[in-house]
């Protein structure tokens, strides 16, 4: 059964701090992985998604990679502002059961 | 920029009655999906929704749960004896146009549901 754990569960830096968010997974025969922002009380925003196939994608300041085998991506984000404090989710589509796979999110702050 | 829009945005009910939480996805999407996450906990998958019939659904998505495209706009979920552990907020999406599965799925802001 596939499981995403994402690490930290929560992370507090300064305005201007680049910094990495962390996501496991234990299947790797997957479709895709995606990338979503969550605000409080809101629904969930599309960032980045990574075919199985790709290695990374670029938006902005934002940059996802993934490495399929070693079941891991990362979610960089550079230059934070305080506007990027969220939740951040990652999610992998699954090609067994056509399902997405939830982490339980990184709580992101970015101090003025 | 076209977007998923739910009603309502809250939801108080009482235990046993049926609930019916409304969507209206992107209009050229082809898929559909519904979602849950309980307070505090990771988004479940519940059910998607293609060609006007259930794709896939999770073991959350019993008898209980039925989805319908009554029209050519609307994706309802239908909870027909709601229970205390049906409180949460519930998220619809849909994806893009190509029909492939691996798409982006864009998700509307939630109905959140409180059941009493």
């Known amino acids: 059964k596939q499981e995403v754990t994402q690490i930290p569960a929560a992370l507090s830096v300064p305005e201007g701090e680049n910094l990495v968010l962390n996501c496991s997974f234990t299947?790797?025969?997957?479709?895709?992985l995606q990338w979503f922002r969550q605000d409080p009380g809101k629904g969930l925003t599309s960032l980045l998604l990574?075919?199985?196939s790709q290695r990374e994608q670029t938006s902005g300041r934002l940059n996802a990679s993934l490495d399929k085998s070693s079941g891991r991506s990362t979610l960089y984000i550079a230059a934070s502002q305080p506007g990027d404090s969220a939740t951040y989710l990652c999610?992998?589509?699954?090609?067994?059961?056509?399902?997405?796979?939830w982490g339980a999110g990184t709580k992101l702050i970015i101090k003025p | 920029e076209p977007e998923v829009t739910q009603t309502p945005s809250h939801q108080v009910t009482q235990m046993g009655q049926e609930v019916i939480l409304r969507c209206v996805p992107i209009?050229?999407?082809?898929?559909f999906y519904w979602y849950r996450q309980i307070l505090g906990q990771k988004v479940e998958f519940l059910v998607s929704?293609?060609?006007?019939?259930?794709?896939?659904k999770s073991e959350i998505f019993d008898d209980q749960f039925s989805v319908e495209r009554p029209d050519g706009s609307n994706f309802t979920l239908k909870i027909r004896s709601t229970k205390l552990e049906d409180s949460a907020m519930y998220f619809c999406?849909?994806?893009?146009?190509?029909?492939?599965?691996?798409?982006?799925?864009?998700f509307g802001p939630g109905t959140r549901l409180l059941v009493l």
């Open positions: 999406a849909s994806s893009e146009p190509s029909g492939r599965v691996e798409e982006t799925q864009y």
């Open positions: 209009s050229n999407h082809l898929y």
């Open positions: 929704f293609y060609n006007n019939e259930i794709s896939e």
């Open positions: 299947d790797s025969a997957i479709y895709n």
């Open positions: 990574i075919q199985s």
């Open positions: 999610a992998v589509y699954m090609d067994s059961n056509y399902q997405l796979i």
